[in-house]
């Protein structure tokens, strides 16, 4: 079989696997190194599969062996280790690297201006339960793991590119951020906005348009040695990205705002807004450098999240989507809140 030869390492997950199906589309020889904790379904039948643990360094080099990869997306890595071992168990035998890192590691995202690629200072190190975490559930870890993430590849020598991404969304969204719009607005009752300062926007970035721009790095020299923002063109408030969720819908949107500390006594302590809230809820990014040097252009609106909601709503979760056990007491303070659409 000819073609260039990919390992995607973290490949049968919701981006991953689109990563993988992007590679093979583009005629790459692709392999997937998975850990098992999803299944290999799915994936095409030329992919080579290798279920083993990353950390497991010896596991790695006796299933790799003197094996050379033209191109290796990391799009697991999220601390400075896992970059580092991998480098070393395929020491000179990697053309091209590829790493899947994030927005969080922009310590200062509260800006009025776009985010530049170059406003990151890979050296901060924030305290993991510091005010303002990228991550809700891991707060700065995340995003310290993610900056020295891309410190190791920087200094390998390698040839290396980065891409950093807001929320990533898609019909199959495995962490239900959009199930959580889909079924609030499919149910007919409001959304209830927290007002928590003025100025937000934000962007996102569609799983597609993700795994394209991989390949996209992949098969451009101009993007050795750079970094790019990947994210939708459209910039969003918490009430544009709510009628436009609507709108792919084909139903109205409805929506009230309400002051965030009024939530804990009608029984939302903790409710937030996932995407358009807290701590997402601002992320403006300048995405000119990877237009521009790749041209590399993101899907429009109706392309991407028409095909994000519907297919959410066509084939929903099995379970309800975050704080919906609670949606009556939504309910209830939307009939209070200050009524916008």
Known sequence: MSGRSALVVGGT????QRITD????????????SRGQRPFDGLSESVERVCVDRHDIAA???????????VVVDNVAFEADEVANLLAVLEGRVGHYLLTSSTAVYANRFTRRPIREDDADLSVRAAVDGPNPFHPRLGHAYANGKRAAEQVLRESGVAWTILRSPVIVGANDRTNRVWWFAQRLLDGGPIVIPDWGPGRIFQVAWADDVARAFVAAARAPAAVGRTYNVAQAEIYTAETWIAACAAALGVEPRYVHVPEASLPA???????????????GHMLLDVGAIRCELTFEPSPESVWLGATMPGCAANPPSVASAGYDRRAAEMRLAAVGTVSR
Do not use: H, K, N, S
């Open 60 to 70: 790695l080099q006796a299933e790799f062996g003197p094996r050379m990869f033209d």
């Open 266 to 280: 009608c029984g939302l302590d903790g409710y937030t807004l996932p995407i358009a809230g807290r701590p997402f």
């Open 22 to 33: 992007a590679f093979v589309r583009d005629g790459f020889r692709v392999a997937v190194l």
């Open 13 to 16: 997950g919701y981006l991953g």
